[in-house]
């Protein structure tokens, strides 16, 4: 195995480290304490520190002189912190509910026009499918997908519609009617029922995950072999899920709501 050292970009955690220095400084930091910091010459710290102001992430402090970290930073931890808030909420509300059923449960987000996959509970046996942790669909693509589909607004949507609507397998929905009236359904039943469309062989029931503002913070599923749910298994799970999403309404902030 190859040392640590050869394993990592030691230029990324010189500019790693610089980002961390000038977040913890309680004062504007000079190039000097900059390179003394990370133990490199004037001129490397220099670049250093112009690489975190090309990217947003520091910024020159006006006539005091030296660098200082800028608001982007508490953007992207705000961001981060959002995603755990929404895991811990989420494994509280819908462990049970895996546990209840022996099935596995999948929290998504939304970034952008795609889902991304945060958490994924495994309870009895474990079904072995694409939405692992990381993974990002399409959101026309699945049941998380499809819930945070109908919660676009209708200029968004539409907008979605104009693009390359790609299909992961034959039961994919791609036709913009459809996926017109699949969006009406969703908003009226409050659920998306998704058979075949991710992986064959695989059936997922998904529900909203909402702040108690309202506002759309992504989507729970649970899955399961397509040919294992009766229509009652299949009402059971509704029931269930719409449960367990009503009780983080109160359990997560709308932090945008409250801006």
């Known amino acids: 195995m190859s040392p640590p050292e050869a394993r990592v970009v030691q230029s990324a955690l010189k500019v790693l480290k610089a980002l961390e220095y000038l977040c913890r400084a309680p004062q504007a930091v000079s190039l000097e304490q900059l390179a003394q910091e990370l133990s490199v010459t004037a001129p490397t710290a220099y670049r250093v520190v112009n690489t975190l102001i090309e990217t947003g992430y520091a910024r020159t402090n006006g006539f005091h002189n030296g660098y200082v970290a800028t608001l982007k930073v508490m953007e992207l931890g705000s961001h981060v912190y959002g995603s755990f808030d929404l895991r811990d909420a989420a494994r509280a509300a819908f462990r049970p509910v895996g546990m209840r059923f022996g099935e596995t449960i999948t929290i998504a987000k939304s970034e952008g026009s795609e889902a991304v996959f945060?958490?994924?509970?495994?309870?009895?046996?474990?079904?072995?499918?694409?939405?692992?942790?990381?993974?990002?669909?399409?959101?026309?693509?699945?049941?998380?997908?499809?819930?945070?589909?109908?919660?676009?607004?209708?200029?968004?949507?539409?907008?979605?519609?104009?693009?390359?609507?790609?299909?992961?397998?034959p039961e994919t929905h791609t036709s913009p009617d459809v996926l017109r009236a699949l969006r009406a359904q969703t908003v009226e039943d409050g659920y998306v029922l998704s058979v075949d469309e991710v992986d064959i062989g695989v059936s997922a029931i998904a529900v909203p995950l909402l702040a108690s503002g309202g506002r759309l913070l992504g989507a729970a599923a649970i899955a399961n072999t397509s040919t294992a749910w009766t229509a009652q298994d299949r009402a059971d799970r509704v029931a269930a899920m719409k449960m367990a999403a009503a009780s983080m309404v109160t359990a997560v902030p709308d932090r945008e709501g409250a801006r």
């Open 118 to 169: 945060i958490e994924k509970m495994r309870a009895g046996a474990s079904l072995v499918f694409y939405c692992d942790v990381g993974r990002r669909l399409p959101v026309h693509i699945g049941a998380a997908g499809r819930c945070i589909m109908a919660h676009l607004d209708d200029e968004e949507f539409e907008n979605y519609l104009e693009g390359e609507l790609i299909a992961r397998t």
